[in-house]
T-cell receptor
Framework: GQQLNQSPQSMFIQEGEDVSMNCTSS?????WLWYKQDPGEGPVLLIA?????ELTSNGRLTAQFGITRKDSFLNISASIPSDVGIYFC???????????????FGTGTLLAVQP | GAVVSQHPSRVICKSGTSVKIECRSL??????MFWYRQFPKQSLMLMAT?????????EQGVEKDKFLINHASLTLSTLTVTSAHPEDSSFYIC??????????FGEGSWLTVV
């Protein structure tokens, strides 16, 4: 079945550093979504990507939909302590042509930012 | 602000009892909502798809008689954990489709069964 592999699993960085994480799939996705989850809370949508090659920014966050449609990356520039959390990539399941919006989640990247 | 709201955020119940968790879309109608379960340090696991006006679709391995889902209106889906056991203790999260494959999540509900 479809799987999303995220890397790295975790990152420990200093405040002010830039961060990059990526998500790869063995199959094609039509949409890539990036979420951040704080402990004990639901995931919050950061960026949504709908087209291969698309590059989208949201403040200090930038994400790109890979040309092959099998990967995506998320960059965070000038990290701050509140960036701490788990970042998940997600994409709609290939079942029913992706029309059901059932999401498959990546394995997550834990980000820790030291002030 | 939040576009999908869950209630309660935390609940403790006794083993053998049932507990209901609500998921509401706040400023949009959602014909489809999803229920997830998340264990500590793990990713979200899809339990079922909640369809307004029809039966929910459950993922393989999820007991439909134990996790009852009702999507009675376009803004509300409920998950009832029946005859709860300690192993049902988990973080339950719902999501709703707002538009174009854009999905928003609720704040999550911590269930502890004692």
């Amino acid at each position: 079945g479809q799987q999303l592999n995220q890397s790295p699993q975790s990152m420990f960085i200093q405040e002010g550093e830039d961060v990059s994480m990526n998500c790869t799939s063995s199959s094609i996705f039509n949409t890539w979504l990036w979420y951040k989850q704080d402990p004990g809370e639901g995931p919050v949508l950061l960026i949504a990507l709908y087209k291969a090659g698309e590059l989208t920014s949201n403040g200090r966050l930038t994400a790109q939909f890979g040309i092959t449609r099998k990967d995506s990356f998320l960059n965070i520039s000038a990290s701050i302590p509140s960036d701490v959390g788990i970042y998940f990539c997600a994409g709609p399941s290939g079942e029913s042509g992706g029309a059901t919006n059932k999401l498959i989640f990546g394995t997550g990247t834990l980000l820790a930012v030291q002030p | 602000g939040a576009v999908v709201s869950q209630h309660p955020s935390r609940v403790i119940c006794k083993s053998g009892t049932s507990v209901k968790i609500e998921c509401r879309s706040l400023d949009f109608q959602a014909t489809t909502m999803f229920w997830y379960r998340q264990f500590p340090k793990q990713s979200l696991m899809l339990m079922a798809t909640s369809n307004e006006g029809s039966k929910a679709t459950y993922e393989q391995g999820v007991e439909k008689d134990k996790f009852l889902i009702n999507h009675a209106s376009l803004t509300l889906s409920t998950l009832t954990v029946t005859s709860a056991h300690p192993e049902d203790s988990s973080f339950y999260i719902c999501s709703a489709v707002k538009r174009r494959n854009t999905i928003y999540f609720g704040e999550g509900s911590w269930l502890t069964v004692v």
